[in-house]
């Protein structure tokens, strides 16, 4: 079992839908992000989470330490949003070192 | 915040060679870290770039395949030497006290 676990792995959605993603992780961590990974390779980080919600424009992020599991919400999604979404957390024990769930493929169609 | 730049963007090397990927950063930065993200896969971490002394490295990764320089708080390099096929993947830099900040990799082909 993975210590990062994402879902969906790959989600297709229509423009203008709610989109959102999960993460579950078994280890306790000081800190979670979420990436975002498009065709060339290049991520860029979206969130750094320790507790609650951040909020970015359209993007949100929840994370929950008891239940260990946050998600990323995408609303009123747009075909840029289309890329990898990377859930990685920095585990209590490890420093800065991240441990990487294996990301969600979003598809937004037109 | 923090910008990281990579070099080479991407390349396509020849098997039994090697190449070496730099990492600058804009700012002086404690952590520097290089993961390897292979085709259809989640990144993994090879090392943890220590300034001044040598790397950290994960298991399953080893100095003589990967060596790793850090010579200020701005900088370091990764060379993948003697290239397999198996090497094919994206390289990437990331930084920060936090590993929050990440390159925008390297694509690196073997033929």
């Known amino acids: 079992k993975n210590e990062v676990e994402q879902s969906p792995q790959n989600l297709t959605a229509q423009e203008g839908e709610f989109i959102t993603i999960n993460c579950s992780y078994s280890?306790?961590?000081?800190?979670l992000h979420w990436l975002q990974q498009h065709p060339g390779g290049g991520i860029v980080s979206l969130f750094m989470?320790?507790?609650g919600k951040k909020k970015h424009g359209r993007l949100i992020a929840t994370i929950n330490i008891q239940e260990k599991h946050s998600s990323l919400h995408i609303t009123a999604s747009h075909p840029r949003d289309s890329a990898v979404y990377i859930c990685a957390v920095m585990e209590e024990t490890s420093g800065s070192r991240l441990t990487f769930g294996e990301g969600t493929q979003l598809t937004v169609n037109p | 915040s923090a910008v990281i730049s990579q070099k080479p963007s991407r390349d396509i090397c020849q098997r039994g060679t090697s190449l070496t990927i730099q990492c600058q950063v804009d700012?002086?930065?404690?952590?520097m870290f290089w993961y390897r993200q292979q085709p259809g896969q989640s990144l993994t971490l090879i090392a943890t770039a220590n300034q001044g002394s040598e790397a950290t490295y994960e298991s399953g990764f080893v100095i003589d395949k990967f060596p790793i320089s850090r010579p200020n708080l701005t900088f370091s390099t990764l060379t993948v030497s003697n290239m397999s096929p198996e090497d094919s993947s994206i390289y990437l830099c990331?930084?920060?006290?936090?590993?929050?900040?990440f390159g925008p990799g390297t694509r690196l082909t073997v033929l």
């Open positions: 990331s930084a920060g006290d936090r590993g929050q900040f």
């Open positions: 700012s002086q930065v404690t952590m």
């Open positions: 989470l320790s507790s």
């Open positions: 280890v306790g961590i000081s800190a």
